[in-house]
């Protein structure tokens, strides 16, 4: 059982994008999520109303901006300017997966950053500080004229795949394109693994065509590596080339599930054993399948939060 944290001054508040998680690390810091209610006018606008003092308090507002992102957005940045108004001494956005991270630059002419937007609509509202894990793109920390704590999950997915044995003769981590070679270097290290590469092009948005796989995996366990797997074209379709050209089997994993439109259909029809993913964003059931497998951030955040708060070094749980 979690021990009690005595401290009064420390609050944690959760919105409706990913309760369980919520609660999951009021558990492990060993607090009562505050109380609010989150209620919506007849046309849809949202109140928030914060049901208990926060004066002078180091709040902490635990949610991801997945699905439905827009209304996860705007429920977040009212509650901001909620504490705001209600005197707390700090606002610290927990933002377990970090919505529009994917559009962090001008890939063609005339498009927007909303990273960067979502980045100066937080710190607008009053925020003073943001934890999130695994962005996108890791620049999007200098989006931010406030600290941000990038927390990483490597470390929880690699503890995961070390606690299955797999013979470390046969492993081969992979990456599914050039943009994730970093991320599957550091799981290769802890898995002390050598690495391959999908060489792949994207012909349009959520379309992916193997083109080439650089490394060897003929008769290997391979375990592809992504920070996001969105419609799972990209991820099962490496799963399926991989398997093509002489793996053995192929086990996949990321930090953040979206698991949007086909992405289910997709896992559940392609050659991975196991997808291995974490409770940045809460699965419905109709995506709690056998194949998939969730961990839980909880412990890291809760870590983190109360390394926040009393004034502690983060940097450790960055590894």
């Given at each position: 059982m979690?021990?009690q944290?005595l401290?009064?001054?420390l609050?944690v508040?959760?919105l ?7 609660e999951e690390?009021?558990k492990v810091?060993?607090v ?7 209620s919506?006018f ?13 004066r002078g308090?180091?709040?902490f507002?635990i949610q ?6 827009n209304?996860n957005?705007?429920?977040?940045l009212i509650?901001i300017d909620a504490l ?25 002419a005339?498009e927007?950053?909303?990273a ?13 500080r ?15 004229d406030?600290?941000i704590d990038?927390l990483?999950?490597?470390?929880i997915l690699a ?5 299955k044995?797999?013979d470390?003769d046969?492993?081969v981590?992979?990456?599914?394109d050039?943009?994730?070679v ?5 799981l290769a290290?802890?898995l ?5 590469i999908?060489?792949?092009r ?5 379309v992916?065509e ?5 490394g060897?995996i ?5 375990v592809?590596i ?5 419609t799972?074209?990209?991820?099962t379709?490496?799963?399926n080339?991989l398997?093509?050209?002489?793996a053995?089997e192929?086990?996949?994993c ?6 949007s439109?086909?992405a289910?259909?997709r896992?559940e ?6 997808l291995?993913v974490?409770n940045?964003?809460t699965l ?8 998939i497998?969730q ?10 939060i109360?390394?926040v708060?009393?004034?502690?070094s983060v940097?450790?749980?960055f590894?």
């Open positions: 979690t021990n944290y401290d009064p001054n609050k508040f959760a409706n994008s990913n309760r369980a998680l919520a690390i009021a810091i060993g009562e999520l505050g109380k609010c209610s989150v919506r007849s046309d849809g606008e949202i109140q928030i109303n914060i049901e208990e003092s926060i308090c180091d709040v507002v991801s901006t997945s699905s439905p992102v209304e957005i705007m429920e977040l509650m705001k108004r209600a005197s707390a001494k700090t606002i610290n956005i927990v933002m377990p997966y970090y919505g529009y991270a994917r559009q962090d630059r001008k890939a063609r005339r927007p950053i909303t960067k937007l979502v980045a100066n609509l937080l710190e607008t509202a009053g925020a003073s943001v934890i999130t894990l695994d962005l996108h793109a890791p620049q999007i920390q200098g989006f931010f406030i600290p990038h990483m999950g490597v470390p503890d995961y795949f070390n606690s044995k797999l470390q046969e492993l981590v992979v990456s599914p050039h943009g994730g970093t991320r599957a270097r550091k290290e802890r002390k693994a050598p690495i391959a999908i060489d792949k994207r012909p349009r948005p959520n992916a193997v083109m080439n796989i650089v060897n003929e008769g290997k366990t391979a592809l992504d920070d996001i797997i969105d799972a074209g990209t991820i379709l490496a799963a080339a398997v093509e050209n002489g053995k192929v086990y996949a990321c930090t953040h599930p979206v698991l439109g086909p289910i259909e896992i029809n392609s050659k991975i054993k196991e291995v974490t940045t964003i419905p059931e109709e995506k709690q399948i056998e194949k497998h961990l839980s951030v909880a412990p890291l955040i809760g870590e983190a109360i390394r708060h009393e004034d502690q940097s450790m749980l590894d």
